[in-house]
C-alpha cells in the first residue's frame, strides 16, 4: 500500500469514528491538493487552539484556494469544523479538515 493509501485509510478510520460520510474520491483529490503536508507528523494536523494556524487555514485555504471572501463567516466556519471534530480530538488531520470546509461551501466542483 503507498503511503498516500495508508493516509486515506487513516482518514476513513477517523471519518467513521466520527459517524461522518464521504465522497471518497472527493476526499483523495483534496488530500492530493494537501501536497507532501499529508506525510509530516506536525504538517499533517491542524492545531486548533493555535490561532495562527487556524489564520493561515482562513488565508491560504478558503480565501486563496477556494476564492472566498472576509464576509463568508469563515470564522465560524472554521468554528463548526473545530466542533465536528470535537476540541479534544488531536487528529484533526489537515485533508479532513479541508474536506469538510469543501463541502461546507459547496466548493467541490475545484476537484473535479
Known amino acids: 500500500m ?19 460520510s464521504y ?3 472527493l476526499l483523495a483529490a483534496v488530500a492530493k491538493g494537501c501536497g507532501p503536508s499529508i506525510y509530516n507528523a506536525d504538517a499533517s494536523k491542524i ?9 493561515r487555514v482562513k488565508k491560504n485555504f478558503l480565501m486563496k484556494k477556494l ?3 472576509a464576509n463568508d463567516g469563515l ?9 465536528q471534530f470535537g476540541t479534544s480530538n488531536r487528529n484533526k488531520y489537515r485533508a479532513m479538515f479541508y474536506y469538510l470546509l469543501v463541502k461546507k461551501y459547496g466548493k467541490e466542483s475545484l476537484y473535479k
Not at 503507498?2 to 461522518?20: N, R, W
Request: aromatic content about 6%.
Open 47 to 55: 492545531s486548533s487552539s493555535d490561532q495562527a494556524e487556524l489564520d
Open 75 to 83: 470564522d465560524e466556519a472554521i468554528n463548526d469544523i473545530v466542533q
Open 2 to 20: 503507498s503511503k498516500f493509501q495508508q493516509c486515506l485509510s487513516t482518514y476513513d478510520a477517523e471519518f467513521k469514528k466520527m459517524g461522518i
Open 67 to 69: 476564492g472566498l471572501g
Open 23 to 25: 465522497d471518497a474520491d
